[in-house]
């Protein structure tokens, strides 16, 4: 098993512009989220789907967009990219049940300029 | 106020030294609680549920103070390996986890 997979593991991107971050997981788990990490800020929810078809909000959604086709993958869309939003993403995936054994992807770096 | 709070450290201590990190939350309603790992650059990955009852898992052990709103880890015989940050996490609502900042541990030879 590949466990979670993240791609691209780097990018920069101009403001504005628009980009998807994939992540996929081989694991069956019904559960998907997408979280940012800040210096200073800890781990925080951006969003997640508990199946396949169903998304929510988690702590900071301004400015993504999530869909949940498959229970494989679940990408991550920056709609306008912004300074602000120059983070380490996490996608991470669980059984349902088992919340607190989140299996991480290794994450993408992402630079706005 | 932050709901998990961490001292951020760094916790500089020698191999074979015992090291404690405490660890705050605000929701008196938070139901589970655990120590996650996070090495430079790389993904958090879980070291260890919290119980109520305290719990150890060779050299770490974990406590909870339900009254006072705390958990601790504790790492014994400290290894150059255990560098790393100790992530505070906490779940309040069914689906979702609240992670702390992180406390930073430098173990040296």
């Known amino acids: 098993n590949a466990g979670v997979t993240q791609t691209p593991k780097f990018q920069v991107l101009k403001t504005g512009q628009s980009m998807t971050l994939q992540c996929a997981q081989d694991m069956n788990h019904e559960y998907m989220s997408w979280y940012r990490q800040d210096p200073g800020m800890g781990l925080r929810l951006i969003h997640y789907?508990?199946?396949?078809?169903?998304?929510d909000q988690g702590e900071v959604p301004n400015g993504y967009n999530v869909s949940r086709s498959t229970t494989e993958d679940f990408p991550l869309r920056l709609l306008s990219a912004a300074p602000s939003q120059t983070s380490v993403y996490f996608c991470?995936?669980?059984?349902?049940?088992?919340?607190?054994?989140?299996?991480f992807g290794p994450g993408t770096r992402l630079l706005v300029l | 106020r932050k709901e998990v709070e961490q001292d951020p450290g760094p916790f500089n201590v020698p191999e074979g030294a015992t090291v404690a990190f405490n660890c705050t939350y605000s929701n008196s309603a938070s139901q589970s609680f655990f120590w996650y790992r996070q090495d430079c650059r790389k993904e958090p990955k879980l070291l260890m549920s919290?119980?109520?009852s305290g719990n150890e898992d060779g050299r770490f052990t974990a406590q909870l103070n339900r009254a006072s709103q705390y958990i601790s880890l504790l790492i014994r015989d400290s290894k150059l390996s255990d560098s790393a940050t100790y992530l505070c996490?906490?779940?309040?609502?069914?689906?979702?986890?609240?992670f702390g900042t992180g406390t930073r541990l430098q173990v040296f030879p």
């Open positions: 991470a995936s669980n059984l349902a049940g088992s919340k607190e054994t989140q299996y």
């Open positions: 996490v906490v779940n309040i609502y069914t689906d979702k986890l609240i």
């Open positions: 919290v119980y109520s």
């Open positions: 789907s508990v199946g396949a078809g169903i998304t």
